[in-house]
């Protein structure tokens, strides 16, 4: 374990030197993808002299047992090597998952698309509710987050709405979201207090940066459209609204939410950007899928994933067998309960697959 952090703290100092040559910063493309290895390489870098030092404080322990005659000096070495022992054992179980491969997009920022599936107008209803889950997630965490592009259902909620999170690690976070979310309740148009059963479809992208995507402007159609939703005296007046077709992949992006049509394009243009690298990525999620029982972050999104029974105020994840019984709260934006496990059983995983670490 200590030579292959050794091999990584080196690549590291390696790395940090490279990033003073003229010639790497005066490439920005290349200079962004090593500044990006080398700040992904720092908390390994880290732990390898934590580690180192534990190892040496080890062995110093070690050698005053062997050569001190005093007995109170001997205990003092016989209990500080004990904790050091429990010290080593702690950080070794740290540093078997920092030394795993783990997804390289996972400290990206995300794109959110929420769309309403079966159940009608009860459906975007729940897509609705599970918008302001996220943003109220988001807002606790203290995480920013704008609209990209929305359609409203006809009595409320949305049949579709995407929104972009910026946030440290915030894809890593919530990709465990991606996949179908049910929700079970009576409607209130339902006079005879009968369950109904519907869903909300989740996706959780990477944002990709220019440099994980290049797209060449002869590829996009660009289409401009008045605004339909809030954004006062200029909607349905201006074609602020913005849809861009991405010719060769057939994807189309829209976004409506600024009056400036030169935002709406910026925003439209992200998340056209993070599509087409999500085809890629997606053969990388499908290799997981292959490897593992556990449907954590695989990025299947026929997989229902989660059930909202609003009777028995129960919230219960099928992936881990997690059951809360406080709806209310986790419509609230109280899901961190849920990640926090998600990435548990993720990490259980991993360390599965990468047992000869």
């Known amino acids: 374990m200590q030579e292959k952090l050794k091999e990584i703290y080196d690549k590291w100092i390696n790395i940090g030197e490279e990033l003073t040559l003229p010639d790497i910063v005066s490439d920005m493309k290349r200079y962004v993808a090593l500044n990006k290895e ?33 007995n109170e000096f001997r205990e003092m070495a016989k209990a500080e090597l004990d904790q050091l022992i429990v010290q080593k054992s702690e950080m070794e179980e740290s540093i078997r998952l920092l030394l795993l491969p783990s997804d390289p997009q996972d400290r990206k920022n995300a794109i959110i698309e ?42 409320g909620g949305y049949k579709e709405v995407i929104l972009n999170v910026s946030g440290d690690s915030a894809y890593g976070t919530l990709k465990f979201e991606s996949g179908v979310h049910r929700v079970q309740r009576v409607p209130e148009t339902e006079a005879q207090g009968r369950i109904h059963t519907s869903a909300a ?5 990477p944002e990709a940066d220019e440099v994980d995507v290049e797209i060449r402007e002869s590829d996009i159609r660009k289409d401009t459209f008045c605004s339909s939703g809030a954004g006062g005296q200029s909607v349905n007046t201006t074609y602020s609204a913005i849809r ?89 934006g109280e899901i961190q309960q849920f990640l926090d496990s998600l990435q548990v059983a993720e990490n259980a995983e991993r360390l599965k697959e990468g047992v000869n670490i």
């Open 38 to 70: 080398y700040k992904e390489l720092q908390a390994v870098a880290q732990a390898y002299l934590d580690y180192s030092n534990v190892i040496s404080n080890i062995e110093n322990a070690k050698n005053m047992l062997q050569t001190e005659k005093d």
């Open 244 to 332: 861009l077709t991405h010719v060769p992949t057939g994807i189309v992006v829209s976004c409506q939410d600024e009056r400036s049509q030169i935002k709406n394009y910026d925003k439209a243009l992200k998340v056209l950007r993070s599509r087409i690298f999500e085809i890629e990525h997606q053969k990388y999620l499908d290799g997981i899928a292959s490897k593992r029982k556990t449907m954590v972050s695989t990025g299947d999104r026929s997989a229902k994933i989660r059930t909202y029974n609003f009777p028995q105020s129960r919230v219960t994840d099928h992936r881990i067998g997690l059951t809360m019984y406080n709806l209310p709260a986790v419509l609230n």
């Open 114 to 155: 929420i769309r309403a599936g079966s159940g009608g107008d009860e459906a975007s209803l729940f897509a609705g509710d599970l918008f302001r889950m996220y943003t109220r997630y988001i807002e606790t965490v203290r995480w920013k987050w704008e609209l990209v592009d929305f359609t409203e259902g006809t009595m």
């Open 201 to 205: 479809s989740v996706v959780v992208l």
